[in-house]
């Protein structure tokens, strides 16, 4: 093996049941770099990294790694580990139910008996020494979900990998918790250990990166130095087409619209979970609330559509005062809210396309009035063809469709109940650029028949495309309100950061 | 009848391998049978003591024996898809409504048929108010079912016992000898016809309302019902009720049957093998998508099994040894790991095969 | 009606785990009614012989209990244990009363010897089965130890239709053996002529203790005692963080296996009979206490000392029900059902009020950091 280099994957092919998911990839990764692994949704990069770890088996290529001579099978994630291969994944992978030092030493422990002591010894100086604020004894559960994924990646530190593989591990971090993350990434990599970071976040990557991988549809299209590729032209390699449509999206007719008739307000609105505040939204017109994780504006929206238990505050709706405290009331009211966590509360994994499309418009007819097969065969045709979702048939699970697949169905699920005002929490996270814009689109397009739109991204850039009005939050109350010429990256920044102004101009 | 759902079931099986193991089970048994003793399926006319002809027959014991078991297969079919647990207090529940019809029937002088409606009418009430205190403490305080109908099942039969005030009273009228055995003038055995009824019960509530849609959305992802604007305390509490009228008529059937009722007996171990109908008949215990056919299936496998066994003259008491190899080598039939493993097989040798039995054709 | 969670900054920080919580809980539910046991019906609850008497007649389930809390532990469940103790009981027996295999010439002693290696071989053979069938095909716990009791109960009677009995007639120098009493003297108390009677403990029960006792070090030092509890935590997880997962779920039930054949051995100690009908319902009992202890169904979270006082709670109750003059036959079993709904009804709301949802662990919880 060349010298410097941690590890080879030549000529992987992976085969799924009518699925090529991975073609002929090669994959090369050097001691001490960050090494970007980048490509949409399907283009094999999950696949490619439960290759690298065991998970899956792969069909033809070979693998090598430093340190181990010929090529190496690798059978299942602790096999990975042995060879120095760790995985830190986007989902939490420790057990919530255990203590923070034993998650750190769990499975990889030598011998029958737990040196209780020992271990919490060693992690207690762990943590310290990569500032990670846990406890120990503290059970893993109690943690905040930075917290675990730092523990995670304390773990794969503590086993002295030589390939430290990060699966989107910023998607629930907010931007002061991705700065820990990235000098902990650092200061890993002048260490000598080579990481492979998997992400959607274009930024983070030009932040932290060294080189950079391209896959599209399970074919491996380049390898890049970070400084020799443009952002753009990244984009275009994973899109495989130069992108059309980032310019600014007409947002126009929106603008115009806030300032007209109200089609939703609320006065001291509070929710087990959200602090009292005021919200208006006119018809016709697309806001958003930002701020950073945690700041309050999830829990905001909940609140407005009662997905959380409602505690006070007066709602209006189309000038008539109305009682919200449970969802189904919301939904009467002409309120749709697609949730910020697709899996936890949006799709329900096992049914059908046509089933998760008709969902909520069935809950609005009623136990006693269920739609008959033909009506749903219908519905659920002209909102596949209509959002153009690529699945099978209708009556393919829902779980088996990628991320943007799914999200567009739940998309459809609330379309079909024809709001009248759309809440879209983070309905682009996790997907890819085109199925992004395609979003970002309908919102306007909807806006401009007249349907009122509150939306919420963790991408600034995304939210300033798109919204006309924005509502900023921190510290779970509204600190500032932007809009018109105001709406500028520097100005929200400064008004999350909290620069003290109302408005700022 | 078998024999035709056999030939129309390889395309529709492809869409519905839930539906297999029941089936091969129950084609494992016809075969079984048919090698051994090809009477096994007789069915015959004979005159009952009151003189009118009924049918007789393995296959009508079977139907017949396994009234019950279907009646509560079907309603822990969809406490099991709503809540992703069973409820192991079937017997139990069906103790006490079969006391209380008892209670009801005794408190009477002459028994007419409108005090036997009466009685099934608080029977049912009865069960449905148990059914609901099982559903409350699974859906409210989100305990797990089989703990939550744990309580009943420890204390189910004692209470059923203590609305008898400590007696195993007997029922002597011909309504209820018709309930449990045959109405006069009617060949077929009335529990099968309770069974039909209430499929046909069930059958005219999924068309008429949403349960079917609501029981699987709550099974598989209770939060994102609830953002859907379904209610899953209500709908986990009306399947444990429906449950609750489920244990009523077996409860009813296995009084009238004996026209006695024991506490201690009745129904003796029944939720065992309804969890085990539901099972078979491919439904994940786990909750989610469920299929009602493949639970009824199942049930009668189940008793399909149990007849065969007596008819080849194994005691009673050493069914269940029987059994339980069978229910194994049904349940590793269709474990993941050996459906996979033959789904390879399968792979591999499928080329050559189909270029065989073309030549062979 | 969901429960309220209140600040959810204040549960954070927890230096006493559920788990654990929930055991304190039980612990002084037990003391508080054995407690209310000596100051209000007295009697023999003044007796130290009482405690033991419990252990005498429960020393089985605490056993089978300690099964169960592993199986639960890891996210399973096994309902064969209670027939797997009735069938050890029964062979046992036969073999004692040499029906089973010739025996001449063997002394007592080894007999009995023999007769536990018996009870352990069928245990471990039943763990072994049914642990590849769950762990290796994936096959759900219930079915298999449900298809696992009727085989064990089915045997039963294969074995003998007739019950079985040890009899001083017959075989004085095995019962010598087994129904051997350890007596304490200074724990002892008066009879009705006032001779002081020693307390007096069976063989059955020091097996119990030292089992409890081993299952807890066990599940708190050693290294599958920890991957019992990171399996049931969250398998996909423990799959990721290296264990061996099937291996892990196999073990479980080989344990729990092995302990019913050790719980039947004692038991048949206890009752020196065979039955068909014996340890009826025991696999109930036996999960009520992991419950009652702090045992959760779900997964990860569990320890067997709970389940002890579990086992105590559950006979202490009969106790106090016939002690307070409720003798018709059916007041013991609906009081023990209304406690275990107390019990269950304690534990949600318990766990609810300390903002930890049981089927919602935190981590799942997005955006409140």
């Known amino acids: 093996m060349e010298d410097g280099i941690v590890l080879t994957m030549r000529g992987i092919c992976k085969n799924f049941p009518g699925v090529r998911a991975l073609q002929n990839v090669d994959f090369t990764l050097r001691k001490g770099e960050i090494h970007a692994l980048m490509g949409e949704n399907g283009a094999g990069k999950s696949t490619l990294i439960k290759v690298l770890t065991g998970v899956y088996d792969k069909d033809a290529g070979e693998i090598h790694v430093d340190g181990i001579d010929g090529a190496v099978t690798i059978r299942s994630p602790q096999d990975a580990q042995d060879k120095g291969i760790s995985t830190v994944y986007q989902e939490i992978t420790l057990c919530p139910n255990l203590s923070v030092a034993e998650n750190m030493y769990i499975g990889r422990q030598k011998g029958m008996r737990v040196q209780w002591k020992e271990m919490e010894k060693k992690t207690g100086k762990l943590l310290e020494s990569l500032s990670i604020p846990a406890r120990p004894k503290q059970q893993l559960g109690s943690c905040s979900l930075a917290v675990q994924q730092m523990v995670a990646i304390a773990r794969a530190v503590d086993a002295e990998c030589k390939v430290l593989i990060l699966d989107e591990p910023t998607s629930s971090l907010d931007d002061k918790e991705v700065e820990m993350l990235f000098s902990l990434m650092r200061d890993l990599r002048s260490r000598g250990v080579g990481i492979i970071f998997v992400t959607h976040f274009l930024e983070q990557v030009y932040a932290v990166s060294d080189r950079i991988t391209v896959l599209r549809n399970g074919e491996l299209v380049g390898e890049y130095e970070v400084q020799n590729l443009p952002q753009v032209e990244l984009v275009s390699k994973m899109m495989g087409k130069e992108l059309e449509g980032l310019s600014d999206l007409d ?105 998760n499309i008709i969902l909520a418009l069935q809950v609005m007819k009623g136990f006693f009035h269920p739609l008959n097969r033909k009506e749903t065969e219908e519905f659920a045709d002209e909102y596949i063809k209509a959002l153009e979702i690529k699945t099978a048939n209708q009556d393919t699970p829902i779980k088996s469709l990628s991320g943007g697949n799914q999200q567009k169905v739940i998309l459809a699920r609330w379309l079909l109940t024809h709001p009248n005002y759309l809440i879209l929490d983070e309905p682009t996270r996790g997907i890819d650029v085109g199925t992004k814009t395609e979003i970002q689109r309908l919102v306007l397009k909807l806006a401009e028949e007249g349907m009122s739109v509150t939306f919420i991204s963790s991408e600034i850039e995304e939210m300033l495309r798109t919204c006309s009005r924005l509502i900023v939050m921190r510290d779970r109350k509204i600190v500032g309100e932007l809009k018109g010429k105001e709406l500028t990256q520097s100005n929200v920044m400064y008004t999350i950061a909290g620069g003290g102004k109302e408005n700022a101009c | 009848m078998p024999a035709n759902k056999k030939k129309s079931s390889s395309g529709f099986m492809q869409k519905n391998s839930q539906l297999l193991i029941p089936l091969v089970a129950i084609l494992i048994l016809i075969i079984f049978n048919l090698i051994r003793d090809p009477s096994f399926f007789s069915i015959g006319m004979v005159t009952n003591n009151d003189g009118y002809p009924v049918l007789q027959g393995n296959l009508i014991s079977i139907f017949n024996g396994a009234s019950e078991l279907v009646i509560l297969a079907m309603g822990m079919t969809l406490v099991t898809a709503a809540s992703g647990g069973q409820d192991i207090s079937v017997g139990a529940l069906a103790a006490i409504a079969g006391s209380a019809l008892v209670k009801v029937l005794k408190s009477t002088e002459v028994i007419t048929p409108w005090t036997v409606a009466l009685g099934i009418l608080a029977c049912c009430a009865v069960a449905m108010l148990f059914g609901a205190f099982n559903g409350t403490i699974v859906s409210v305080f989100r305990i797990q079912p089989m703990i939550a109908t744990l309580i009943l099942f420890t204390c189910g039969r004692s209470i059923a ?16 000898t018709a309930i449990g055995s045959f109405i006069p003038g009617c060949p077929v055995p009335t529990p099968i016809l309770i069974v039909i009824f209430m499929g046909i019960v069930l059958g005219v509530l999924f068309k008429t309302t949403t349960l079917g849609l609501y029981v699987q ?45 024991n506490h201690e007996t009745l129904l003796l171990n029944v939720e065992m093998d309804a969890i085990l109908a539901v099972a078979i008949g491919g439904n994940n215990l786990g909750g989610g998508k469920f299929n009602l056919v493949g639970s009824i299936m199942g049930a009668y496998a189940i008793q399909a099994l149990t007849i065969t066994l007596y008819a080849m003259k194994v005691p009673s008491t050493d069914v269940k040894a029987y059994k339980a190899i069978v229910i194994i080598l049904l349940v590793v039939l269709g474990s993941p790991v050996v459906k996979e493993a033959f789904r390879k097989l399968k792979n591999q040798i499928s080329a050559g095969r189909f270029l065989k039995e073309k030549g062979a054709a | 009606m969901t429960v309220n969670t209140k600040a959810i900054g204040q549960v954070r920080r927890e230096k006493i785990s559920n788990a654990n919580l929930l055991m304190y809980i039980s612990i002084g539910i037990f003391a508080a009614m054995y407690l209310a046991g000596i100051l209000i019906w007295g009697g023999g609850f003044r007796k130290p012989q009482q405690i033991f008497d419990i252990l005498n007649n429960y020393a089985y389930l605490i056993i089978i209990g300690c099964a169960l809390t592993i199986v639960m532990i890891t996210g399973g469940i096994d309902i064969s244990v209670a027939g797997i103790v009735a069938l050890v009981s029964m062979v046992d027996v036969m073999f004692l009363k040499g029906r089973l295999l010739p025996a001449e010439g063997m002394s007592d002693g080894v007999k009995v010897a023999l007769a536990a290696c018996i009870a352990i071989g069928i245990g471990l053979a039943f763990g072994a089965v049914q642990g590849a069938l769950v762990a290796y095909l994936d096959i759900q716990p219930f079915i298999i130890s449900l298809a696992g009791m009727f085989f064990a109960r089915g045997m039963i009677t ?205 981590w799942m919880k997005l955006g409140k950091g």
């Open chain 3, 158 to 362: 294969i074995v003998s239709v007739e019950p079985m009995q040890l009899t001083v007639q017959e075989e004085p120098g095995i019962l010598d053996i087994i129904q051997h009493r350890i007596e304490i003297g200074f724990l002892g108390s008066p009879n009705k002529k006032g001779v002081m009677i020693p307390a007096r403990i069976e063989i059955g029960v020091i097996i119990a203790i030292a089992i409890l006792f081993i299952i807890a070090v066990m599940l708190r030092k050693s290294r599958i005692g920890r991957n019992f509890y990171a399996v049931g935590g969250n398998r996909q997880s423990a799959l990721m963080l290296g264990i061996n997962v099937k291996r892990t779920r196999f073990t479980a039930h080989l344990f729990s296996g092995l302990l019913a054949g050790i719980a039947g051995f004692v038991f048949m100690m206890h009752n020196v009979s065979g039955n068909a009908t014996n340890a009826t319902a025991g696999e109930m009992d036996a999960i009520a206490s992991s419950i009652i202890g702090g045992t959760l169904l779900s997964g990860g979270v569990g320890n067997v000392i709970g389940t002890f006082f579990g086992v105590m709670i559950l006979a202490t109750i009969k106790l106090i029900v016939t002690a307070s003059g409720l003798t018709k036959p059916w007041w013991q079993t609906i009081t023990s059902g209304a406690m275990l709904a107390l019990f269950i009804l304690l534990q949600s709301v318990v766990l609810a009020n300390r903002g930890k949802k049981v089927k919602l662990p935190g």
């Open chain 2, 161 to 176: 016992y203590w609305i008898n005030g400590g007696a195993t009273p007997t029922v002597s009228s011909p309504i209820i």
């Open chain 2, 217 to 261: 959305t709550v099974g598989i992802n209770q939060g994102a019902a609830k953002l859907n604007g379904i209610n899953p305390v209500a709908v986990k509490l009306l399947t444990f009720v429906i449950l609750g009228v489920c244990c009523a008529m077996a409860g009813t059937i296995g009084m009238s049957r004996l026209s006695l009722i």
């Open chain 1, 251 to 355: 947002k126009a007719a929106s603008a115009n619209a806030s300032s007209g008739e109200a089609y939703y307000e609320a006065e001291g609105l509070s929710s087990s979970e959200a602090k009292p505040f005021d919200f208006r939204i006119a018809k016709g017109e697309v806001n958003g609330f930002t701020g950073l994780l945690g700041s309050g504006r999830s829990e905001s929206v909940r609140a407005i559509f009662a997905a959380d238990r409602v505690t006070g505050g007066k709602v209006t709706v189309d000038g008539k005062v109305k009682n919200i405290t449970k969802p189904i009331q919301a939904m009467k009211a002409g309120i749709g809210y697609l949730p910020e966590d697709r899996k936890r509360d949006g799709i329900i994994a096992d049914l059908s396309v046509r089933e």
